[in-house]
């Protein structure tokens, strides 16, 4: 399924693998114009029931399998191997997420394709990376997240670790998963070689968590939860509104902090020696936060927001997904896709990120019915 679209349409992608991580990179690159070819067991992936379900079928899998073919081979049996490697004789990009080992014990590893394609880029997704002392071992995005130190710095102060709410060790891999493909891409383009990337879960987490190792070793200050404040910096939080809604609101630039004393028509508070300067609103950053709530349940979300937006006061409501389905920006900026599920259901999804300006990605088709391209597979064998 090649497209005319899209930065990467001259891009063939084989999707080995299941669940989130690594088909999450498979539709990156898809929303970017590459042909991705998914692999699946004749169980099918289990991502085709998890979830929200609509009729028995997963609502999630229209969208991390869109714009994918579904080819099914049976990954434990030699005829099913072969029918891989004959895939992988044309493809420009590998993907898969099994426990480091498996794929090599298939006769699907790097070395076993590369033969047949010298410029082939294999990307490979694991809990820790395919090498140390843990690399053998099974890992899921949340055990990734618990080693790689987001958990512990997120929920209440006063609470036990929590995760986000979505899968963000898993989306984190499968980002930098693309991130190393399009950089081994690059670098073919100058060499010519393929090569392999290492996609470790806990190590994509551990890559955003900004100077944590620093600030522990050398200035003896180990992050911690902190619910939805960041200490020493205020105003920056989510504040009640007359009408239930939250609104967020980041003034603790010395000018922004101005001008939303200025909308609260509180002047004073900017010469306030509690709030005169940055330091001094982060230490009292719980009176400050007090003062400002008490202003804000006084108005409306709405209202709210549209005084702080004349006054140059960085600020916005906090979205649920109700929210974004009828947020103007949201259409404006193409966020909101509608697709055809293969039931007959009509569903939204995200758009493609980010926006390319002369070659844009696309939505093309929702997640394919299970073994749906079959055909794909010999008339690749043969021409290779």
């Known amino acids: 399924m090649r497209t005319q679209n899209g930065p990467l349409h001259h891009i063939r992608v084989l999707e080995l693998g299941s669940l989130i991580a690594g088909p999450f990179a498979g539709q990156l690159l898809g929303d970017y114009g590459a042909e991705v070819i998914k692999v699946e067991p004749p169980t099918g992936d289990p991502m085709r029931t998890w979830g929200v379900c609509h009729e028995g079928q997963g609502l999630w899998w229209t969208s991390i399998a869109r714009n994918k073919s579904s080819v099914v081979l049976d990954l434990r049996s030699?005829?099913?191997q072969a029918a891989a490697r004959r895939l992988a004789v044309s493809a420009d990009i590998v993907i898969e997420n099994f426990r480091p080992g498996q794929v090599e014990r298939w006769g699907l590893g790097y070395d076993d394709l590369v033969a047949d394609n010298?410029?082939?880029?294999?990307?490979h997704v694991s809990g820790y990376g395919r090498?140390?002392?843990?690399?053998?071992?099974a890992g899921f995005g949340s055990i990734g997240e618990g080693m790689g130190g987001i958990r512990h710095t997120t929920g209440p102060?006063?609470?036990?670790?929590?995760?986000?709410?979505?899968?963000l060790g898993d989306s984190l891999s499968g980002m930098f998963a693309v991130i190393g493909a399009l950089a081994a891409l690059a670098e073919r383009a100058e060499s010519g070689k393929g090569q392999e990337v290492d996609v470790a879960l806990?190590?994509?987490?551990?890559?955003?968590?900004?100077s944590?190792?620093?600030?522990?070793?050398?200035g003896g200050v180990v992050r911690g939860r902190t619910g939805g404040v960041l200490p020493g910096v205020a105003p920056s939080n989510a504040y009640p509104t007359l009408d239930g809604a939250e609104v967020l609101i980041a003034g603790n630039a010395q000018t922004v902090f101005t001008r939303l004393c200025e909308a609260m028509d509180r002047p004073d508070l900017v010469t306030d020696e509690r709030f005169a300067t940055h330091v001094d609103r982060g230490r009292n950053a719980e009176e400050l936060d007090a003062l400002i709530a008490g202003w804000t349940a006084t108005l409306t979300a709405d209202d709210l927001l549209a005084l702080l937006a004349e006054a140059g006061v960085p600020s916005g409501r906090v979205y649920t997904a109700l929210d974004a389905l009828t947020d103007p920006h949201y259409l404006a900026r193409g966020m909101v896709q509608r697709l055809t599920s293969t039931s007959g259901v009509d569903l939204p999804t995200t758009g493609v990120v980010p926006?390319?300006?002369?070659?844009?990605?696309s939505i093309r088709t929702?997640?394919?019915?299970?073994?749906?391209?079959?055909?794909?597979v010999e008339p690749l064998g043969q021409e290779a």
Do not use: K, N, Q, W
């Open 78 to 80: 030699s005829e099913g």
């Open 118 to 123: 010298p410029g082939l880029i294999m990307v």
């Open 131 to 137: 090498s140390g002392p843990r690399a053998a071992e």
């Open 157 to 167: 102060a006063d609470g036990p670790s929590s995760r986000t709410g979505i899968s």
């Open 202 to 210: 806990y190590e994509a987490v551990a890559a955003l968590m900004e």
């Open 212 to 218: 944590s190792l620093a600030d522990a070793e050398v």
């Open 355 to 361: 926006a390319f300006s002369r070659t844009p990605g």
């Open 366 to 376: 929702p997640g394919p019915a299970l073994g749906s391209h079959d055909h794909l």
